[in-house]
């Protein structure tokens, strides 16, 4: 397979039962890839990463996204960075179709001869709603009190 999505090239995708993984690589030369930026010391520098996607071949559902720096930041001891996120479906009362959010997600850091890890679980979704209304008509004149 070599097809486009977004700003990286699909090179191959490997599928078991019911689970495809589609691995992406650096973007193509003249597109923008996914950045962030790193700061440490006073000195903030950008990070490109690539990563994987695991999605569901019967619902086409992402359930799993990693992405991984793609070079270190010698200048800010940036060895390395990683981040992982888990999606599960959540059903509310009322609503007949469910909710891909993410359940978990781990950031690791490999910094300045250290390995730092962050992990974040979520739970107990809840749904709101909200109405608006805009009204439109001749503006209110301002009062002449104070001059």
């Known amino acids: 397979m070599n097809a486009r999505l977004g700003a990286s090239v699909l090179l191959a995708s490997a ?4 689970m495809c993984l ?10 923008t890839p996914l950045s962030g930026t790193f ?3 006073g000195v903030s ?3 490109f990463t690539q990563g994987l996607a695991w999605i569901d071949t019967r619902t086409y559902q992402i359930t799993r996204l990693r992405t991984e720096l793609l070079r270190p930041l010698e200048e800010v001891k940036l060895e390395g960075q990683t981040t992982e ?3 599960g479906e959540v059903h509310f009362k009322g609503m007949p179709e469910g909710f891909w959010v993410p359940r978990q997600v781990t950031v690791s850091v490999d910094w300045n ?5 962050n992990e974040h679980h979520y739970s107990e979704f809840k749904l ?4 608006a209304a805009e009204k439109q008509g001749k503006p209110k004149e301002l009062s002449q ?3």
Request: aromatic share 8%; hydrophobic share 35%.
């Open 145 to 147: 009190k104070g001059q």
């Open 45 to 47: 520098l950008a990070t």
């Open 128 to 131: 709101f709603q909200v109405e």
């Open 85 to 87: 996120i888990a999606y």
């Open 15 to 18: 599928c078991l039962l019911s």
């Open 39 to 41: 700061k440490s010391g």
């Open 113 to 117: 001869g250290k390995h730092l890890r």
């Open 22 to 31: 589609f691995p992406a690589t650096a973007p193509a030369q003249g597109q």
